[in-house]
């Protein structure tokens, strides 16, 4: 009676909403590999988070940026759960998609304008019918961003924004931020923010030589 | 057997009124009398001092702002099978009753819907959401049924007698006996129907004819009625006429739900759905617009198909005002309601792929959703192309970029390297659309990875392609 009445500290503290910061207490993130190695050991949960928007910010097209998600997707789509590229900002090309390992039944593509897209976007990851969603959304504004963020809740997708690198001083509900950038003829992945990461300051993944 | 009959008081009014709501004093022309003379009022109407049978000047002179329009026998038949369509859900047996009445078998449905309190409630509350005055009764004789449901709202007698005994205290005023029989008794002095019921038969023939003393027995149930089962129709036609044109898409949209509505009527009398339909606009010098909502999976939903075809019908631009507003439905396919399976958590709106499909496609167009598919040819513009995916072509061995450029362009500033390269490109001449380049992987002084291609035998004049993204 009196313990249903006060849980005890150690209930309390389990409850998920509750966040500790302690080392031996890692918070539970439910994450979809994404499929590179060095990547995932530095990601909580090991990979892309389930059910949250992760942002995707590169510098300029052709760095490696979508090789980065194109693994992840590929498992999706072979466990026939569908991909929806919101709005992308050139052809998807099948032969590489095909190479890549995408099951191209399960790939669909929305061809929408910068409104219609961040709807569209909004409501596949709703629908709680979708895997991942991916979107090109330029211009968009923080009050999108997060009700993109709550959908991908809702519907418990994996929602994948790719933006400018510029955008990166912008202040975003996104769970994980990640920036992809080129120096010394090089591509380098930065975790710019990851909830539930303990490190503050992620070193730099070197992805394509 | 228990026969429900359902009466709809403001039926010529809904059909008369189709196309836009009525509001304030409105009255119905009788159609067939050569004067103009009033047939039916709205209680507004009715407030003013218009009564049934004034002549128009009458009723005019009474209220000024009385509009005015003529019955409209056909649409208000069209709307009575529109409801015959709906209460067919609840009986295998509905009958139409011209003008306004419609009878229906519960006896045999009663059990299935609990009793008829419960069904009563069920149909009560329908008829308030498509907002049709209604008034009921039941009895096990259709022919009491229907005089009750005009006289006592409500009245529910399931036994025989009781129905006799009732009959026997009505007005001969309220019999459904014709009125010419009514003034001839009431001037022999009857009031009520017991008064005639225990008259001598042969006398009460000679008085009032075979065709009365039939009628006295089919509501007694002496006489059998011979009721034609109503059966739903294998398609869906209905129009609606404008008296004035009306402009832009949004006054379309009270035509187009009653139209919607009874689509779905019907579809639930048919335990059927629609998969597509379409809408027709007519404009002024015979010009139409023609609007196809098709739909992924069958559907059945008045409220559903109103959203899709509002949607469609919004996206629409409208040449000119529209006169008359249409849904054709060719093909109604069964309704299979979507499986779930038992377990699995509901995530999100629990939608399945093909319903948010359809809500995609009615708010982006059709064009807007599309599936990339491999297509075996040489020519890197050829081998994707918009399209179902279909048998499984093996992608080509050699690398090629996730995005390609929808044509090539000129590259400025030329590659900063070559990291592989060249790979010729020689096909289509056989197609005139012949192509022959060298590709190469090259890299640009930001680090990023383009397919770009020469012309062979050629140093400059780098064309962009595709980019490594």
Request: some cysteine.
């Amino acid at each position: 009676m009196n313990a249903i009445a006060s849980p005890n500290l150690a209930q309390v503290l389990d409850h998920p909403g509750i966040w500790r910061r302690s080392a031996d207490r890692q918070p539970r993130v439910r994450a979809l590999s994404t499929g590179w190695t060095s990547l995932d050991a530095k990601l909580p949960g090991g990979g892309w988070p389930q059910g949250a928007l992760s942002e995707i910010l590169f510098e300029h097209d052709g760095l490696g940026e979508l090789d980065l998600v194109m693994p992840a997707l590929a498992a999706l789509t072979q466990e026939h759960r569908r991909v929806i590229f919101v709005a992308p900002p050139y052809l998807p090309y099948a032969p590489a998609l095909a190479a890549a390992g995408v099951d191209l039944r399960f790939l669909h593509e929305i061809h929408a304008g910068s409104t219609e897209a961040a709807w569209s976007m909004e409501q596949c990851l709703r629908s709680g019918c979708c895997g991942a969603v991916v979107g090109w959304l330029p211009d968009i504004d923080y009050r999108s961003l997060r009700r993109l963020q709550l959908a991908a809740e809702s519907g418990d997708a994996c929602a994948m924004l790719f933006r400018p690198a510029g955008d990166a001083a912008q202040n975003s509900p996104a769970a994980l931020r990640l920036k992809v950038s080129n120096s010394d003829e090089a591509t380098y992945v930065e975790v710019l923010k990851s909830r539930g990461l303990l490190t503050t300051t992620a070193p730099l993944l070197r992805m394509r030589a | 057997m228990l026969w429900a009959c359902l009466r709809f008081p403001g039926l010529a009014f809904s059909a008369a009124f189709a196309a836009t709501p009525e509001a304030g004093p409105s009255a119905l022309l009788d159609h067939k009398a050569r004067q103009r003379l009033i047939a039916v009022v709205n209680a507004d109407a009715a407030a003013h001092g218009v009564r049934r049978g004034q002549n128009l000047a009458a009723a005019r002179a009474l209220c000024p702002a009385l509009e005015v329009r003529p019955r409209d026998p056909a649409a208000e038949n069209r709307l009575l099978t529109e409801l015959a369509a709906w209460c067919y859900q609840f009986s295998g047996h509905v009958t139409l009753v011209p003008p306004n009445a419609i009878l229906m078998e519960v006896g045999a449905s009663l059990r299935l819907f609990d009793g008829w309190p419960v069904l009563a409630e069920r149909l009560r509350e329908g008829l308030g959401e498509q907002g049709h005055a209604h008034t009921m009764a039941a009895t096990p004789f259709a022919a009491a049924a229907w005089v009750f449901a005009a006289s006592a709202d409500g009245m529910v007698i399931p036994e025989r007698e009781g129905v006799r005994r009732m009959l026997g205290d009505l007005p001969l005023a309220q019999s459904g006996l014709p009125s010419a029989t009514v003034t001839a008794l009431q001037a022999m002095g009857f009031r009520r129907l017991g008064e005639i019921f225990r008259l001598p038969r042969p006398e009460l023939t000679r008085r009032i004819g075979r065709d009365g003393v039939n009628w006295l027995d089919r509501l007694r149930g002496d006489a059998a009625d011979a009721l034609p089962a109503w059966q739903p129709p294998a398609n869906f036609l209905q129009k609606i006429e404008f008296d004035a044109e009306l402009d832009g898409s949004q006054p379309l949209l009270f035509p187009l739900r009653r139209l919607t509505r009874s689509l779905a009527n019907l579809l639930a009398a048919r335990d059927g759905g629609v998969q597509r339909f379409t809408l027709t606009l007519e404009h002024a010098r015979g010009e139409t617009t023609r609007v196809v909502v098709a739909m992924a999976a069958p559907q059945r939903d008045a409220e559903r198909l109103f959203e899709l075809a509002r949607t469609r019908l919004e996206r629409t631009t409208l040449p000119a005002p529209a006169r008359s507003i249409k849904i054709d439905a060719a093909e109604l396919p069964t309704f299979r309601p979507p499986l779930r399976d038992l377990f699995e958590p509901i995530r999100g709106d629990g939608l399945d792929w093909p319903t948010l499909d359809e809500r995609l496609r009615a708010r982006l167009g059709d064009a807007a959703l599309r599936q990339i598919a491999l297509v075996a040819d040489h020519r890197p513009e050829r081998a994707s192309r918009y399209g179902t995916p279909g048998n499984v072509v093996s992608p080509p061995r050699r690398r090629r970029p996730l995005w390609l450029l929808p044509r090539p362009v000129p590259m400025r500033p030329e590659p900063a390297a070559v990291l592989a390269g060249p790979e010729r490109i020689e096909s289509g001449w056989w197609d005139g659309a012949d192509a022959r380049r060298d590709y190469y992987i090259v890299r640009t002084a930001q680090g990023q990875q383009a397919w770009a291609y020469l012309p062979p035998g050629t140093l400059d004049g780098w064309m962009l392609h595709g980019w490594f993204a």
